[in-house]
């Protein structure tokens, strides 16, 4: 990376497969470098849009605890871009995730809805085609997080809360770029 760009691990959980289907739930994000530099946001279901008690059974975030204690979608949203704002500290935020296609797009589509703008721009690091392509990784089925913490094992377990996933995923990335 460069002077200019930090890295910023992302995680989020959601109540259904696209942000059209589900509800942004909750965002946990961390620096790539010091992830004890954090935020953990939980959000306010959508009311229009549907619960997916597949996902409920994954994340553990009950609807009736979120609509009582989560915050509202653009407080929420504007909370993370103040936070990004402070810890990048002029610099560009590039969005870290495993699987990041999946995070980044709840992210930037409630970023684009609340605030009108995305400060991630336009794209993502994604920790698994970074794995296939530094380790030569003949299938996609090979980057699943069983198999990459095989070879780049962990000590944050992944435990479906975002921020904690966020931090293993930090763990990650410093593992992974690291010079052979």
Not at 41 to 52: A, I, R
Not at 118 to 126: Q, T
Not at 131 to 144: E, H, L, V
Request: proline share 7%; charged share 20%.
């Amino acid at each position: 990376m460069t002077d200019d760009e930090t890295l910023v691990s992302v995680d989020i959980e959601a109540s259904g497969p696209t942000p059209c289907t589900g509800s942004l739930l909750s965002i946990g994000a961390c620096l790539v470098e010091d992830p004890q530099v954090a935020i953990y946001l939980e959000l306010k279901p959508l009311p229009e849009l549907p619960w997916s008690g597949e996902a409920e059974a994954v994340h553990r975030l009950g609807r009736a605890h979120l609509e009582q204690h989560g915050l509202e979608p653009n407080d929420a949203m504007e909370a993370f871009d103040a936070w990004l704002a402070e810890v990048a500290g002029g610099r560009q935020p590039v969005f870290v995730g495993f699987n990041a296609p999946f995070d980044w797009m709840f992210v930037a589509d409630y970023f684009q809805r609340c605030l009108g703008r995305n400060p991630f721009g336009i794209s993502a690091l994604d920790l698994k085609s970074y794995y296939m392509g530094r380790d030569r990784i003949g299938s996609w089925a090979a980057t699943s997080r069983r198999y990459v913490e095989q070879r780049y094992p962990v000590t944050t377990p992944h435990s479906h809360n975002a921020l904690d996933d966020a931090r293993g995923q930090a763990e990650l990335a410093l593992l992974l770029m690291q010079e052979d």
